[in-house]
């Protein structure tokens, strides 16, 4: 009777152990499958901000912001770990503005480009001078997300066909920081 017990037990260990290694490749898997994931995701994210981009010196020289360039995924980081990245950043000599580009446009990214447009200048203190402004951009939008950006002084841009255009008003005036 021992004997079979002790056959049993080290059967059920040899499975405990089988089943263990088979969790470990399915974790192996799930990881390898989340980083494709978090690669397309960044990828999709950069074709937005590619469709966004070339469209924002007509749109804003439209409302009378002339545009003189235009750059992507700005980025700046300091010593202390505080970092700040702007997906698109567009410039005059008197003038910025700061594009939040999305694939869907939610509220919460609206807060979070508000935070970050109040930080700007201390990140950026060469546009110390400039107006600081700021836009948001998505292919779509959560319900009541434009509204709200609208209602908070950004510029939205939404899509129309293959290009993008200003969904604001003709008397909008943008919040300035």
Known sequence: MFRETALQIEKTSAQ????????????????????????LGG?????VENLVAPNCRKVFAERGIPVHEVHQRVKK???????????ILVVNTDAVVLVEVKSTLTVRDIREHLDRLGWFKEFFPRYGDCRVMGAVAGMASEEGAEEFARNQGLFVLVQSGETMELANEAWFQPRVW
Do not use: A, H, P
């Not at 980081?77 to 997906?87: K, L, Q, V």
């Open 16 to 39: 405990m152990r089988e089943t263990d290694l088979r969790f470990k490749e399915t974790d192996r898997k799930i990881q390898e499958v989340s980083r494709q994931i978090g690669n």
């Open 43 to 47: 990828k999709w994210g950069q074709f």
């Open 77 to 87: 980081r300091f010593d202390d770990g505080r970092n700040m990245e702007i997906d």
